[in-house]
C-alpha cells in the first residue's frame, strides 16, 4: 500500500482521541503528522500517535500496482557520511520497506492495520559484492546473513504465480552463509520464532544486467514477517512456501524531502513503529527506541550500527 493511499483512508490518533479523522490527511492535511508527532522533534511525545486504517480501505494497491513498485520504498545512505570507519568510503547501506495495510490477525496479537516492514543489503564497492542481508519485522531483526565470506553461489528455481495466477518460475542465486556468518533470534527467540535451520538467502539476476542482485523475500500468506527462504515460521500463520503471488518490482521509491510524513512520522502503523524508529533504519532516532536491541554483530572492521554523529 502506497504511504499516501493509507494516509487518506487513515486517522491520526492520540490514545482513543481522534486528532484528524479519516480523510483529513491529504494534500495540506499531511502536516498535521508532522506538527504533532515528528519523531525528530519530539521523540517522546511523538510516540504517543498511531495511524488507524478505515476497515473498509485496508487493502491497498491492486497487484498490477505492487508489482509496479507501489507501496515499496528504499533509504540508501553511503556509509562514508555517517561515520568514518577504515571500511566506510566502499560500503552503501540499501534498506528496503514495505507498507502494508491489512494484516490478516491469525494470531490475536498481530492481528492490526497498517504495518511497516523492512530488510536491508549492504553492498560493496570494493568487491563489487553484496556482503549483508537482513530481514527485520517490527525494528528488530529476523535474520541476518554475512556475505562478505559466502560460499560460491549456486543455481536455483524459484517458482510462484503470476498477478494473474499463472504459475511461474524464476532463475535465481542461492548464497549458503559460511560458520559465523549468519545471526538469528533478533526478536528474542521462543516458539515459533526462526531460530535455526536453513542458512540460505536467495538473490534474482536483474533483467539487464543478468547479475544476481536482487534480494528474495518470502512473506506469510496475510501477514508481514519477511523470511529469506521457504523456512522459519510464526506460530498459527500460513506458510511462505513460494506458491503464491511472486514478482520483482519494475522499480521502487527512492524516500526523499516529499516524504517526510511518512519518514518522521514518530508513531505507530497499526502497531509497528514508522520507519525511523526502527534500529534498521541507518539514522534513526535512538531516544525513541531506547530498548531496542541491537540487531546486528559485528564483523571484522564493520560495525553495526555505526556510531553516528
Not at 494484516?103 to 516492514?117: Q, R, S, T, W
Not at 529476523?142 to 504459475?167: C, E, N, R, W, Y
Amino acid at each position: 500500500m502506497t504511504w499516501q493511499n493509507l494516509y487518506a483512508h487513515a486517522a491520526l490518533m492520540k490514545g482513543s482521541s481522534t486528532i484528524v479523522g479519516v480523510g483529513g490527511l491529504t494534500g495540506k492535511g499531511l502536516e498535521a503528522v508532522l506538527q504533532n508527532a515528528d519523531v525528530t522533534t519530539n521523540p517522546g511525545g511523538a510516540q504517543d500517535y498511531s495511524i488507524i486504517v478505515d476497515d473498509n480501505d485496508q487493502y491497498g494497491e491492486d497487484w498490477a500496482s505492487v508489482a509496479r513498485g507501489d507501496g515499496i520504498y528504499a533509504h540508501v545512505v553511503w556509509l562514508k557520511e555517517v561515520t568514518n570507519t577504515p571500511t566506510s568510503p566502499d560500503l552503501v547501506n540499501i534498506e528496503y520497506w514495505v507498507l502494508f495495510g491489512l494484516n490478516v490477525g491469525y494470531v490475536p496479537a498481530e492481528d492490526h492495520k497498517g504495518d511497516v516492514i523492512g530488510v536491508e543489503i549492504v553492498y560493496d564497492h570494493a568487491t563489487d559484492k553484496i556482503i549483508r542481508a537482513a530481514f527485520s519485522e517490527h525494528g528488530k531483526t529476523l535474520i541476518m546473513f554475512d556475505l562478505a565470506h559466502s560460499k560460491p553461489s549456486t543455481g536455483h528455481t524459484i517458482t510462484g504465480k503470476s498477478v494473474t495466477g499463472q504459475h511461474i518460475s524464476e532463475n535465481a542465486c542461492e548464497v549458503e552463509a559460511q560458520d559465523h556468518g549468519y545471526y538469528d533470534g533478533g526478536l528474542a527467540g521462543g516458539p515459533g520464532i526462526f531460530t535455526g535451520g536453513d542458512h540460505h538467502v536467495f538473490f534474482i539476476p536483474d533483467p539487464l544486467t543478468h547479475r544476481c542482485e536482487h534480494l528474495a523475500v518470502y512473506i506469510e500468506h496475510g501477514s508481514h514477517e519477511p523470511w529469506p527462504n521457504q523456512s522459519g515460521y510464526y506460530i498459527g500463520v500460513a506458510d511462505h512456501n513460494g506458491n503464491d503471488v511472486s514478482f520483482l518490482p519494475t522499480t521502487v521509491h527512492v524516500l526523499g524531502s516529499g516524504d517526510e510524513p511518512f519518514v518522521k512520522f514518530g508513531g505507530k502503523f497499526g502497531d509497528p513503529t514508522g520507519p525511523m524508529r526502527h534500529r534498521m533504519w541507518l539514522g534513526y532516532i535512538q531516544a525513541a527506541s531506547p530498548t531496542d536491541p541491537d540487531p546486528y554483530v559485528d564483523h571484522d572492521p564493520l560495525k553495526w550500527l555505526p556510531k553516528l554523529p
